[in-house]
T-cell receptor
Framework: RKEVEQDPGPFNVPEGATVAFNCTYSNSASQSFFWYRQDCRKEPKLLMSVYSSGNEDGRFTAQLNRASQYISLLIRDSKLSDSATYLC??????????FGRGTSLIVHP | SAVISQKPSRDICQRGTSLTIQCQVDSQVTMMFWYRQQPGQSLTLIATANQGSEATYESGFVIDKFPISRPNLTFSTLTVSNMSPEDSSIYLCSLSRDGANYGYTFGSGTRLTVV
């Protein structure tokens, strides 16, 4: 059974802090990885794709470690508006995704 | 990216009745999926909606309970049949474009309460 594991949190951090989430996956044949953000009572929305070389988008950095089978998301200079649930997603060759349970982030003043 | 219109956005239904949820996409997409999300939980894949053929259901979900239609590449419906309070959940449709680096786009969800 393909699994994607995340620490559910919540991660409770002050504004301006740097916070990192990890996500492990069991399917060594996984081809694509993504981080999604889900706000309360809303649908998930794509935050960023995760490339083998790593990628950065403003305050957000995603990394992929295939050898250890995990991906990470780093958020720098946290804002109150970053409070949400962050979902890790992996996709194998069938294009059917596997979602993690999500990591809750609470950024407080 | 593609835009999905999902409706209804919410409904309160009597047990024993059925509800059909619709998702309309503004462009043709190869793969569409239907998910269920219980409060505080992650997404559970119900089935992959295949155009012109029967949907592919995940373990624990059956066609009699969750019939799915996909008459073309822009539209799909999910019916929750013979509902019970345990079916109360958020139901989401999702699509994926071809290509490994394309993510998934979700409809805005249908909040179903069965009383």
């Amino acid at each position: 059974r393909k699994e994607v594991e995340q620490d559910p949190g919540p991660f409770n951090v002050p504004e301006g802090a740097t916070v990192a989430f990890n996500c492990t996956y069991s399917n060594s044949a996984s081809q694509s990885f993504f981080w999604y953000r889900q706000d309360c009572r809303k649908e998930p929305k794509l935050l960023m794709s995760v490339y083998s070389s790593g990628n950065e988008d403003g305050r957000f950095t995603a990394q992929l470690n295939r050898a250890s089978q995990y991906i990470s998301l780093l958020i720098r200079d946290s804002k109150l508006s970053d409070s949400a649930t962050y979902l890790c997603v992996e996709r194998g060759g069938s294009y059917i995704p596997t979602f993690g349970r999500g990591t809750s982030l609470i950024v407080h003043p | 990216s593609a835009v999905i219109s999902q409706k209804p956005s919410r409904d309160i239904c009597q047990r024993g009745t059925s509800l059909t949820i619709q998702c309309q996409v503004d462009s043709q997409v190869t793969m569409m999926f239907w998910y269920r999300q219980q409060p505080g939980q992650s997404l559970t894949l119900i089935a992959t909606a295949n155009q012109g053929s029967e949907a592919t259901y995940e373990s624990g979900f059956v066609i009699d309970k969750f019939p799915i239609s996909r008459p073309n590449l822009t539209f799909s419906t999910l019916t929750v049949s013979n509902m019970s309070p345990e079916d109360s959940s958020i139901y989401l449709c999702s699509l994926s474009r071809d290509g490994a680096n394309y993510g998934y786009t979700f409809g805005s969800g249908t909040r179903l309460t069965v009383v």
